[in-house]
């Protein structure tokens, strides 16, 4: 037999890094660029416009962020889970290269084009169920949601949606009011959309719920509350992103999609964030056996660039008149160029054992912190998309009060030595570790490290 992969690279991910893959600070964080820059940004860009950490990004590759100082961070958020193939992915790069080369924009809705069709074949083959199915794209994760809505109301000619506590869906007109948190993304905002409803939800490390029993007590909200006959959809993320990566009870998705189906109630999977690869799985419905109606895709679809998607039934994608869905950019060619590269590198770097390999690392190393540190109360999620809940000090087996001080000091901790770590959670206490599935175990030991010593030193 010949050699056919002799030269193959040796992690499916190593092909070609235009950085190294490693940890570097130069200066205090941020640099001092960086704070000119800042300087010059307060002067234009809108103070209702925050960043995390006020380092200004010159150049980012694989799981590595370079600041203007030269300093290299460990890149645990990519985006908050946008870069999950990697960023500046050599195939991501080369498709939309090559696309700007031939056209960049037409307007799919005057003269289409063969690669939006592409994706949307793309996306019937890879998501949940196995029934004919039809796409819609658009440019952001909350006109998804808002395209979701819309589209369950066409079909079902009813009026309510339903989320779930602790949700995050956009901050758009509509999406705002169907998050859980009011501050930031709605206060002042006002008046919200009607006819939204906040269903409770499953959160076992808090409410130590059965799947059967959370889906009675969400169920009976719904019947009660809206009335089935008046719910057009129910919308949920498989696991809630922005509330804190909460991983639903075994049985709570199925059921309740069992009552949708029973009810005529459109249930829709929100999978902007868990999505695309980064639990392990194509979507994080998967993991709980659940075939969601329509499916919501964003965030990881396209290695970074703009592109979204409402994917699913095709006899509820065909309710809406022509002419009722779409826009400008909606299915812009390179951002579907792109988005055909991400699932080409999903399938041909095998990238769904990625997301299990770094389970297995953060899972491992998160244990035996949690063994060291009590304030660490819970630990959970699905491949590249794992947090920790921290707790105050002696509560974690008992009445588990919010940590947020720690969260916010381990974060800036962590930002001080290059690690970029992002937090999450409906009360500020749960750190998320949303890496690029091109982070390899070496990175994660030494974040960890960090981490370690960031607890130590509270
Ligand atoms: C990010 C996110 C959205 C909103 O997406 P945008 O592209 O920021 O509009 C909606 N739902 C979930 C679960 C998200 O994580």
Not at 32 to 61: D, W
Not at 193 to 204: F, M, N
Not at 212 to 225: F, G, N, P, S
Not at 303 to 317: D, Q, Y
Request: charged fraction near 15%.
């Amino acid at each position: 037999m010949t050699d056919t992969f002799a030269s193959a690279p040796a992690s499916p991910s190593a092909a070609a890094y235009t950085v190294p893959q490693e940890r570097r600070v130069l200066t205090a964080i941020p640099g001092p660029k960086s704070v000119e820059m800042h300087k010059r940004r307060l002067e234009s860009v809108s103070t209702g416009v925050s960043s995390t950490l006020p380092v200004y990004i010159k150049k980012a590759n694989g799981a590595i962020l370079v600041d203007l100082d030269d300093n290299h961070f460990i890149d645990l958020g990519a985006g908050i889970g946008v870069t999950t193939v990697g960023h500046t992915e050599a195939n991501v790069v080369e498709a939309a290269t090559n696309q700007v080369q031939e056209f960049i924009h037409t307007l799919f809705t005057i003269t289409p084009y063969e690669e939006y069709i592409r994706v949307a074949e793309l996306l019937a083959a890879h998501t949940p169920g196995d029934f004919k199915k039809k796409s819609v794209l658009i440019n952001s994760g909350a006109e998804a949601v808002e395209n979701g809505v819309k589209i369950a109301r066409k079909y079902t000619g009813r009026r309510a949606v339903a989320v779930l506590d602790h949700a995050y869906h956009g901050r758009t007109v509509l999406t705002m009011a169907m998050n859980y948190k009011a501050m930031p993304y709605a206060t002042g905002f006002g008046p919200l959309a009607s006819d939204v409803y906040h269903a409770p939800s499953s959160y076992p490390y808090h409410d130590g719920l059965s799947g059967a029993d959370a889906a009675e007590r969400t169920i009976t909200y719904l019947e009660k509350v809206i009335g089935a006959s008046d719910l057009a959809c129910l919308v949920v993320e498989p696991i809630q992103g922005e509330g804190g990566f909460m991983v639903p009870a075994d049985g709570y998705l199925p059921l309740l999609q069992e009552w949708c189906t029973a009810n005529g109630v459109v249930m829709i999977a929100d999978e902007i964030q868990s999505g695309m690869a980064r639990t392990g799985a194509y979507y994080a419905s998967e993991h709980f056996g659940w075939v969601p109606d329509l499916v919501l895709t964003a965030k990881g679809i396209a290695g970074g660039l703009p592109l979204a998607a409402v994917t699913g039934r095709a006899e509820i994608m065909d309710a809406s008149q022509p002419g009722g869905l779409g826009g400008t950019f909606g299915g812009n060619p390179v951002a579907c160029a792109a988005a055909i590269a991400v699932f080409e590198s999903i399938e041909r770097n095998d990238l769904l054992a990625e997301g299990a390999r770094i389970e297995k690392a953060l899972l491992a190393g998160l244990t035996k912190l949690k063994s060291k540190y009590d304030i660490i109360g819970d630990i959970r999620g699905k491949g590249a998309m794992i947090a920790i809940e921290l707790v105050q000090p002696g509560t974690g087996d008992t009445t588990k009060l919010p940590n947020a001080a720690a969260v916010s000091s381990i974060a800036a901790f962590a930002a001080q030595h290059g690690v970029l770590l992002l937090t999450a959670g409906t009360y500020g206490n749960v750190l998320r570790f949303l890496p690029s599935l091109a982070v390899t175990d070496a990175l994660i030991a030494d974040a960890l490290t960090v981490i370690d010593h960031a607890i130590a030193a509270l």
